[in-house]
Nanobody, 118 residues
């Protein structure tokens, strides 16, 4: 059974930092692309960042230069370092594990809430 468990969310003030973690189990973590997505209240879920099995990263323009995605294949974990947080970063952040070659490999965590106050 595949599980993705996010942690590290919380309430911070604008300008502060948070580090989110996502621990995966039950899947071949090192072969999968890992991603972070977020959903703000009343809005659709949006992509934030991804890191491939080879370590290549991509970011949404809204977080580029402030957020950093990384992975630790030994720990089967992916991280999102969020700096210079803004109120508009407030959202539930979700972890995703997928494989571009196998459509059935597509798993989501339940999310962790990040609230940034002004």
């Amino acid at each position: 059974q595949v599980q993705l468990v996010e942690s590290g969310g919380g309430l911070v003030q604008a300008g502060e930092s948070l580090r989110l973690s996502c621990a995966a189990s039950g899947t071949l973590f090192s072969s999968n692309t890992m991603g972070w997505y977020r959903q703000a209240p009343g809005k659709q879920r949006e992509w934030v960042a991804t890191i491939t099995s080879g370590g290549s990263t991509n970011y949404a323009d809204s977080v580029k230069g402030r957020f950093t995605i990384s992975r630790d294949n030994v720990k089967s974990s992916v991280y999102l370092q969020m700096n210079s947080l803004k109120p508009e970063d407030t959202a539930v952040y979700y972890c995703r594990s997928s494989n571009p070659y196998f459509a059935t490999v597509d798993y989501w965590g339940k999310g962790t809430l990040v609230t940034v106050s002004s």
